[in-house]
């Protein structure tokens, strides 16, 4: 909704204007509306304008400016889903949506959006294996895994593993590793789901292999290493590497959370897949929209006879991804670095000269702004130790709401009674309507008129 609360309008005798609340039709006439409707469908423009009538009619908006400020207000989509900027420094934030999508991910989105030959082959006009050019590109990344298979997301590799080599068995897995994932989301509730039973080793802080030796026995399906990606133990802590659990002589389910195909230089306690293969793991899953940059998507990578028991499974079919996905994640594997790898790329050098820089022109437009060193993090998707270090605009704290409101809406990280706008997780494309939000937000706050951002 844009706000127009610009006191100076004529308002006198016979000027209420409750008394000339325009028609709905007669706004919905507006050219730029009427071509709305074209674009997203009636109910979503119908209803803007409804909201947008309410506050005329409620006096917070002058008649003659109905059309103009439903214009303004216009979704960018027919969907409810609203375009952020994440300011948080939190690189993947699971709120926000994870990883966002590169530009040439988003492309290929686009291009699969309509038919396509996802499980067709056009050079025979027979039916094609669905998906293969996608889990080609996985297979090779990681030359080092036999087979590959991809599910709606790393939960669901799990359940998938769990069902089809451990149901009605055991599950061997260290006490400190029974991970709650989020949203009162537990792991070991879910692998229990499956009709697998857990077979908890170890303490909290410390387990041994002699743990996982002891528990080992015609009941195993397999035995389950968790990465801890949101959370660091630390101190009187040891936990057994695939390395050695490889030598059991039961498989090895290696859950590396974050999704690292390769060993990254920039955050050395990452576990990742070829790794943890090439240590001995069986089967990896990981999360495809975590520091991968990829979308939502389980990849599971490792032995072929143990891949081929999983996709064969009834349950693979319920748990299969789409074809957007198959999409997004093929071009995530083959395209250029995506938005959650060149984020934790990023100098601090670089992101302070960007926090000058916007700060100043802020500043320059009357807004109070300043450029400071800032803290930004992995977030959720892995490395919970880790602080990045990086730059941020730093706001007075009343700037939150309208920020929040504003289109494309900007969430920062409130720290020591200020909002940081964190510039480690904003593209750098992304400054100019960044400049805009902010400029928008001040007016905003300031009482002044909100329309004059330049960001749609
Ligand atoms: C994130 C995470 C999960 C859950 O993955 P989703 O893709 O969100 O289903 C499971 N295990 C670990 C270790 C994780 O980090």
């Known amino acids: 909704m844009a706000k127009q609360t610009d006191r100076s309008r004529?308002?006198?005798?016979?000027?209420?204007?409750?008394?000339?609340?325009?028609?709905?039709?007669?706004?919905?006439?507006?050219?730029?509306?009427?071509?709305?409707?074209?674009?997203?469908?009636?109910?979503?423009?119908?209803?803007?304008?409804?909201?947008?009538?309410?506050?005329?009619?409620?006096?917070?908006?002058?008649?003659?400016?109905?059309?103009?400020?439903?214009?303004?207000?216009?979704?960018?989509?027919?969907?409810?889903?609203?375009?952020?900027?994440?300011a948080t420094g939190i690189v993947v934030h699971t709120n926000l949506g994870r990883a966002p999508l590169s530009e040439a991910a988003r492309e290929a989105v686009t291009a699969a959006a309509g038919c396509t030959d996802v499980e067709f082959d056009l050079a025979t006009g027979r039916r094609g294996s669905r998906g293969r050019t996608a889990l080609d590109a996985l297979a090779r990344a990681v030359p080092g895994a036999e087979a590959v298979h991809l599910t709606n997301n790393n939960a669901a590799a799990l359940v998938l593993a769990a069902t089809a080599l451990a149901h009605g068995r055991e599950i061997v897995v260290s006490r400190g590793e029974l991970v709650e994932i989020g949203d009162g989301f537990r792991l070991p509730d879910l692998l229990c789901s499956t009709g697998a039973r857990l077979r908890e080793v170890g303490t909290t802080n410390r387990t041994h292999l002699s743990d996982y030796a002891g528990a080992i026995g015609p009941d195993t399906g397999f035995v389950l290493k968790i990465h801890p990606s949101n959370f660091a133990v630390t101190g009187f802590v040891s936990s057994v590497p695939v390395r050695e659990l490889a030598g059991l002589g039961v498989p090895v389910v290696h859950d590396t959370g974050s999704g690292l195909l390769t060993p990254d230089p920039l955050l050395p306690g990452e576990p990742d897949a070829a790794t943890s293969l090439a240590d001995g793991a069986d089967l990896v899953t990981a999360s495809a929209d975590k520091l991968l940059g990829g979308p939502q998507a389980g990849l599971l990578l490792g032995r072929e006879d143990l891949v081929t028991r999983l996709r064969r499974h009834p349950l693979a079919r319920a748990l299969r991804v789409d074809k957007l996905t198959l999409a997004a994640l093929e071009a995530t594997l083959r395209g250029p670095l995506p938005p959650v790898r060149r984020a934790l790329a990023a100098r601090p050098a670089g992101l302070m000269a960007r926090a000058e820089s916007l700060a100043g022109r802020l500043a320059e437009h009357g807004v109070r702004a300043a450029a400071v060193s800032s803290r930004a993090r992995v977030g959720g998707g892995g490395a919970p130790a880790a602080v990045l270090p990086s730059a941020a605009v730093a706001l007075g704290p009343e700037a939150a709401g309208a920020l929040r409101s504003g289109r494309p809406a900007v969430v920062g990280r409130l720290h020591d009674g200020r909002l940081l706008l964190d510039l480690r997780t904003v593209p750098e494309e992304d400054d100019g309507p960044l400049f805009d939000a902010v400029l928008a937000a001040a007016g905003a706050t300031a009482g002044k008129t909100a329309r004059g951002s330049t960001c749609t």
């Open 10 to 86: 004529p308002s006198g005798p016979g000027a209420d204007p409750r008394r000339r609340v325009p028609r709905a039709d007669s706004v919905l006439a507006d050219p730029r509306l009427a071509d709305a409707v074209r674009r997203l469908g009636r109910e979503p423009v119908r209803a803007v304008v409804r909201r947008t009538l309410e506050a005329v009619r409620g006096g917070e908006l002058p008649p003659e400016d109905a059309a103009d400020a439903a214009v303004a207000a216009l979704p960018a989509t027919a969907a409810g889903l609203r375009p952020v900027i994440n």
